[in-house]
């Protein structure tokens, strides 16, 4: 991906060159006529020396003399057919170039011993090709000139320029919403990075007042939510237990106690996203992860069984992490619920600790979940199963977050891989 420096230089580079080389007709042309401009004044300083000079002492004799040595300032005969005293430009035989060049031409009127002559001072001039490839040549060097000059003097200013940028860039990557602290922005004298600044603020400060108001929230109600649950699933014990109650009485009750089980586990679940957001969790110790893992699956086994899932586990090398114990053992209950709930009947799910990794890999739908969507808030990820309430996985992901730890997800075999590397 390009920085927005090196695309800014780029193309400024780019259309300073196009721009140069549209000017080019019109540089070419601009050279010309000055180099045809001072040839003129070249001519004619010739033609007013020699009749200041040599024409006072100058005879017919000499003319053969001058002809003979000075090709291109020469001694005629009358003509009315040419123009005096103007400059004029015709196409005539070159011996140095042995081919018909343009000149640059100056006659005019002189007396040589009372008799009427024409003096002609001519100069050859640079043909169009030897100026264009001169012109290219300028050009060339002009662009190389530009191209590292600016590259330069860009690297030199931006360095001083885009640090508050950069600086704020920085700090931007580094905030992190749970810890809630609004990043401190440095004043410059440049009038848009301090609007950024103060927009930042503004809009950072807004956010963490939002998401502290909603954590408050999900706590005070899971909470308060806890109290009536208990109450509603303690009334329908009693129901259940009373005499008398028929077949379709129980069946009620019954759905009404699963739906009642799975408002306590809603509630637990959003209780403990709130507890992790708030950092209650901050006793810390080294266990052994193989540990954690077969206490646990002991608890999960007959869930697993239940469906027909054979549970396989591996241990590629010892593996002790620092750890809150509750938090790691809710990850392994989270990944190991989720793994079962979206198997296949007669299913496999691979458990393997290695080197630094906790991988888990079930056997379930023939194609791959969206990692987009996989780990957020009452995600479900499968149609086909109502059974969770896609708090799972968002569930680990906080975990993982809380831990500093790093938790994947691929689709390789068939097989839904979720990997949580401990590095």
């Not at 343009?102 to 011993?113: A, F, G, H, L, V």
């Not at 807004?206 to 909603?214: H, V």
Request: glycine share 2%; net charge negative.
């Amino acid at each position: 991906m390009k920085s927005l420096l090196s695309t800014n230089l780029r193309q400024f580079l780019m259309y300073a060159i196009i721009i140069i080389l549209c000017c080019m007709p019109l540089f070419f042309y601009l050279m010309k006529y000055s180099y045809t401009e001072d040839l003129d004044d070249l001519i004619i300083f010739r033609a007013e020396e020699f009749a200041e000079k040599h024409l006072p002492t100058f005879t017919i004799a000499d003319i053969s003399v001058w002809n003979e040595f000075n090709e291109d300032m020469q001694i005629v005969k009358t003509n009315d057919s040419i123009p005096l005293n103007k400059l004029i430009q015709q196409y005539l035989f070159n011996k140095s170039e042995g081919h018909h060049i343009d000149y640059r031409i100056y006659y005019t009127s002189i007396e040589i011993e009372n008799k009427p002559y024409l003096f002609m001072s001519r100069i050859p001039m640079i043909e169009n090709h030897d100026l264009i490839n001169m012109q290219i040549r300028q050009y060339g060097l002009l662009i190389l000139i530009l191209i590292i000059s600016l590259t330069l003097v860009q690297r030199f200013i931006s360095r001083k320029l885009w640090i508050p940028f950069y600086d704020i860039l920085e700090k931007i990557k580094s905030f992190n919403l749970d810890k809630g602290d609004i990043p401190v922005f440095n004043k410059t004298n440049i009038h848009e990075f301090n609007q950024l600044n103060h927009s930042l603020e503004e809009l950072i400060g807004d956010n963490l007042k939002k998401y502290s108001q909603q954590k408050e929230f999900i706590e005070n109600a899971s909470h308060e939510l806890q109290t009536p649950i208990s109450v509603f699933q303690t009334q329908l014990d009693i129901l259940l237990q009373q005499p008398g109650l028929t077949e379709k009485h129980v069946e009620i009750l019954q759905k009404l106690y699963d739906v009642s089980s799975r408002m306590t586990r809603l509630n637990k679940n959003l209780l403990l996203l709130a507890k992790i957001d708030n950092n209650h969790y901050q006793e810390m110790r080294e266990v052994e992860l193989a540990e954690t893992l077969n206490k646990q699956l002991s608890i999960l086994q007959y869930m697993a069984e239940d469906y027909a899932i054979r549970i396989n586990t591996y241990t590629e090398a010892p593996l002790r992490i620092k750890a809150n114990i509750f938090l790691l053992e809710s990850l392994i209950n989270n990944l190991v619920i989720n793994s079962i709930f979206y198997n296949k009947k007669y299913g496999i799910l691979d458990i393997t600790i290695s080197d630094k990794k906790l991988t888990i890999a079930n056997t379930g739908d023939s194609k791959p979940l969206e990692k987009e969507k996989l780990f957020g808030r009452f995600n479900q990820t499968s149609e086909k199963n109502k059974k969770g309430n896609g708090l799972g996985l968002s569930i680990v992901y906080q975990i993982c977050k809380f831990h500093n730890w790093n938790i994947n997800y691929s689709f390789t075999n068939d097989m839904h891989v979720f990997t949580v590397d401990f590095n």
